[in-house]
């Protein structure tokens, strides 16, 4: 915090939250995770061994929106805790009253020392590669407001990475964008941001991470992949979960591109980054804990998983560049899915096998 004179009294106008905030990226992940990922470490967790500790699969149909960020959440509204279920990780979105100054959550998170995330539009943001020319919906952190100099500070760990402040008009702009569609990116413009953003809460106790809570995490991934799904899908069905959701989704998603149903091949590119990155961080993990503590079946497992996170890029990029010709792309599509179901049918028998080591 700050202190600004003005002639013989003292405002303040500026509150930026203390401590090193630190980039952390991988390449499957998006600025969902990426986002999270830096409010952990500046609390002091490791992202890796709370945002990987978990995995399912997890689809609701027709509630798939045009956003980097978009996550089915296990818990209605709550990104936090859908993302970490096993930690004391919480959210809630926001957006200003009517009545009140746009920066007043921001600027009241930052007096008590709270990062926040808020959703911006890329064409607006000075330091992303879109600046006025793409329109795409991103999560960015903000640490701090100074409303003397008209600076906002924001971190964004996503390619090519920035922290450090912005003017508050720019913010503004990308804050309360129309997102509106443009051709140079159908799949994450369209959807307004209405200056939306996040307030995290984290506990304090937080699980350490050890072969039993792992044998824990490994077990609730059993129970997870075993869940039912629903046998018909629609727009105010349930979420299709597990196993049998998974192939439900991949067999709706076949014979939409059949059928020339490009809609839903749109849907595949934005809603599969969630499961390709939660699949990505969770291998990552158990390969890396079963390296440090020779378990090579616990980090053969996390390789499997990681395979999956990997095999879904196929099947995403053919649907997004099929979505305006689904016939014409049936027998590639068809090919990806059939390796992604191969892929995770083989990482969750290999999950079984390291659950029963440790």
């Known amino acids: 915090m700050s202190t600004i004179a003005q002639g013989n009294h003292f405002t303040q106008r500026a509150w930026v939250v203390r401590g090193q905030l630190l980039f952390w990226y991988r390449d499957l992940i998006s600025c969902l995770q990426s986002t999270f990922a830096t409010v952990l470490r500046h609390a002091g967790q490791d992202p890796l061994e709370v945002l990987g500790a978990h995995w399912e699969f997890r689809f609701t149909p027709g509630k798939v929106h045009a956003e980097e960020f978009d996550y089915p959440c296990r818990f209605s509204g709550d990104l936090g805790r859908s993302l970490a279920p096993y930690h004391p990780v919480s959210s809630r979105w926001h957006r200003p009253a009517e009545a009140e100054a746009p920066l007043a959550g921001l600027i009241a998170a930052a007096q008590r020392q709270q990062l926040t995330i808020a959703a911006v539009d890329n ?68 959807t307004g941001i209405d200056r939306r953003w996040l307030s995290v809460e984290l506990g304090e106790a937080f699980p350490e991470f050890d072969a039993a809570f792992l044998r824990r995490a490994l077990a609730a991934d059993r129970q997870l992949w075993g869940m039912r799904a629903p046998q018909h899908g629609g727009p105010e069905c349930d979420d299709w979960t597990g196993a049998p959701g998974l192939w439900q989704f991949l067999d709706t998603l076949l014979e939409c591109s059949r059928g020339g149903d490009g809609a839903v091949l749109a849907q595949a590119y934005p809603f599969g980054w969630g499961p390709q990155a939660q699949a990505s961080l969770h291998g990552e993990l158990l390969r890396r804990w079963g390296s440090q503590h020779r378990a090579p079946v616990v980090a053969e497992a996390g390789a499997r998983v990681e395979a999956v996170a990997h095999a879904w890029t196929g099947l995403r990029m053919t649907a997004a560049h099929g979505r305006h010709t689904p016939t014409a792309v049936v027998a590639d599509l068809e090919r990806h899915a059939r390796i992604l179901r191969n892929c995770y049918e083989a990482a969750v028998e290999t999950l079984y096998e390291a659950e029963v080591t440790l």
């Open 123 to 190: 064409f607006h943001l000075p330091f992303r590669p879109a600046f006025h020319d793409v329109h795409a919906a991103h999560l960015v952190v903000v640490y701090g407001v100074d409303e003397h100099r008209g600076l906002i500070y924001v971190c964004d760990s996503m390619p090519p990475q920035f922290r450090g402040p912005i003017p508050i008009a720019d913010f503004l702009n990308a804050w309360g964008s129309t997102n509106q569609r443009t051709e140079q990116d159908e799949v994450f413009s369209g």
